[in-house]
């Protein structure tokens, strides 16, 4: 595949990603919009404006380093994903500390489980920014737009239904985790595909070369 070809694929997919989440987004808020009360968005609003601040410490990891590294070894992706995962899991217990704070500064009790329900995110998003890093510098737009589509499609089919039950603002709770859960299984699951192809096509090179080897073996050789 040419460099035209494959800024053109990547400039599609990248579209669709960025039109197809944010209409979903879209129609998921307004259905939900009618389901739910005005203060039980504002709750969660509340909730994502302190999460957001301790998500760039996230974002700024040691996994994106990996899309501008010239040379990338296993060591430096299992590095990446444990710093990250540390990381993550240092700003899921700093955010379940901090929810008594921050529910206070506001004078609302009820964010406090909110919040530390919501910091289950950095556990998760930490366990796929490796993944996302090596997509990126793959330019696997395609597995990009795939995985954050269906995130967008998943949560918001489990926030709607659980709005309907009555689960409140535990509904929007959920649609978030669901979310980026559904993005990072399907990281995973591609991670486990490409290994397993890879796998079968050493161990077809592997073979290959045996039988041309023994082929080469048993050809007699002219007197």
């Not at 800024?7 to 919009?33: C, H, P």
Request: aromatic share 8%; net charge positive; glycine share 8%.
């Amino acid at each position: 595949m040419s460099i035209r070809e494959q800024a053109i694929r990547g400039a599609f997919w990248s579209a669709l990603q960025n039109w197809g989440s944010q209409a979903g987004s879209l129609i998921v808020f307004f259905l939900l919009a009618r389901l739910l009360k005005p203060e039980m968005f504002g709750l969660v609003a509340m909730a994502n404006i302190f999460l957001a601040l301790l998500q760039i410490f996230l974002q700024q990891g040691f996994a994106q380093s990996l899309i501008q590294r010239k040379d990338l070894e296993a060591e430096h992706i299992d590095t990446a994903f444990w710093t990250s995962l540390a990381i993550g899991l240092s700003l899921f217990l700093m955010s379940c500390t901090g929810a008594y704070g921050v529910a206070a500064g506001f004078h609302q009790p009820l964010l406090i489980p909110i919040l530390q329900a919501l910091s289950l995110l950095f556990l998760i998003t930490a366990c796929g920014n490796v993944q996302q890093a090596l997509l990126e510098r793959a330019l696997n737009f395609k597995a990009t737009a795939t995985r954050v589509l269906s995130g967008t499609i998943a949560g918001g089919a489990i926030g709607i239904a659980m709005a309907l039950y009555g689960f409140g603002v535990w509904s929007l709770v959920a649609q978030q985790i669901a979310q980026e859960l559904v993005g990072v299984v399907l990281l995973r699951v591609r991670l486990l595909l490409d290994r397993h192809t890879r796998i079968r096509q050493q161990v077809q090179r592997s073979q290959s070369f045996t039988q041309s080897s023994l082929s080469q073996g048993t050809v007699p050789s002219s007197s």
